[in-house]
């Protein structure tokens, strides 16, 4: 990637980045396709509930599935002029995330951000809507060395 102190940049702008790295390229309409299927590929392995390891040290992209009690009824919110909260039932008390794993990237993390595309939310809040559609995606288990660092501080008697 080009440096600078942005962090968006056009489809064209990457295009021609693509260009000057290699002697051999496709045209831009084909680049424009390439782009558009890979971004499907990535919503439909998402919508499975699989991880996508991004290329060049981004690391991995994913959806979790988090706890939410409670979700907002803005028809009457807006009646009542005052927040109304409802219990999620219809998906089983849990909504999801979708999440990018930079811990380890190549690059550093606060100059890069994820923001979904409103298609892949709707998709993944279409699928959630099912009941026990959330099983699919499962938490991931927290691998720290808390293990490690206790029987270090064991061995050590820190």
Request: proline share 4%; net charge positive; no cysteine.
């Amino acid at each position: 990637m080009p440096r600078s102190k942005r962090n968006s940049y056009s489809i064209k702008e990457m295009y021609n980045w693509y260009k000057s790295l290699y002697k051999k390229y496709v045209d831009y309409a084909t680049y424009l396709k390439v782009i558009e299927l890979y971004a499907v590929y990535m919503m439909e392995e998402l919508m499975l509930g699989k991880d996508i390891h991004l290329y060049d040290g981004f690391q991995v992209l994913g959806v979790r599935k988090k706890y939410k009690p409670y979700y907002i009824d803005y028809v009457q919110t807006k009646l009542q002029k005052k927040r109304v909260l409802v219990p999620n039932t219809h998906s089983d008390f849990y909504g999801a995330q979708i999440y990018w794993k930079h811990r380890g990237s190549k690059f550093y993390p606060r100059a890069w951000a994820f923001k979904p595309h409103r298609t892949l939310s709707r998709m993944l809040a279409k699928v959630l809507k099912v009941p026990g559609a959330h099983k699919r995606f499962v938490e991931m288990a927290r691998q720290g060395n808390s293990g490690t660092r206790i029987k270090n501080a064991k061995r050590y008697k820190l």
